[in-house]
């Protein structure tokens, strides 16, 4: 699609898978903790990093406004490390950079997104998928951190089911 990924992950095996994923480069955040400085210099000609999606939330997202070029804009889609952030708003007026929150949508994004991932063929990396009685496992695999890709609950239609 035309994008130079700068992925972050945290060891240099998951690193090394998505960068044969097709990655550009890649950071371990483990072991460069200002890994948004680290992508700036990646993205030095253009100024740095264009745009962020931000899973991290409270902790990671002064990262990622370090990695950004003026202009730039993040897009925060999870809160994994938290919700309450400390921001100096003038990172983001001085950068003219943009902080947008980002949804699950309604049925017409669910659907056009669909269309894209069909579209391109897109094919999500799934670690390992779970039938609902396992959903205990499941979730102890997704604490666990050491995952590459989805995990998933696989929920089957009961032959009475009215839905």
């Known amino acids: 699609l035309g994008a ?3 992925a972050t992950s945290s060891s240099d095996a998951k690193c090394q898978r998505v960068h044969e994923l097709g990655a550009w480069q890649t950071i371990n955040y483990n072991t460069t ?6 992508a700036k210099e990646l993205a030095a000609p253009s100024g740095g990093v264009h745009h962020v999606v931000e899973v991290g939330g409270a902790h990671t997202l ?5 990695a950004l070029r003026s202009t730039g804009q993040v897009s925060m889609v999870g809160i994994l490390s938290g919700k ?6 003038y990172r983001i007026i001085q950068g003219r950079v943009r902080l947008k929150g980002i949804i699950v949508g309604n049925r017409d994004d669910f659907e056009a997104l669909n269309a894209f991932i069909s579209e391109h063929k897109i094919r999500p990396i799934v670690h390992e998928v779970f039938n609902l009685e396992q959903a205990n496992e499941a979730f102890e695999a997704l604490d666990q951190g050491k995952r590459f890709g989805k995990i998933c609950i696989k929920v089957t239609r009961s032959p009475t089911s009215k839905l």
Do not use: F, M, N, Y
Request: hydrophobic content about 40%; aromatic content about 4%.
């Open 4 to 6: 130079q990924v700068i």
């Open 33 to 38: 903790p200002h890994w948004g400085r680290a």
């Open 62 to 66: 002064s990262e990622s406004l370090d």
């Open 84 to 89: 309450k952030a400390t921001l100096e708003l």
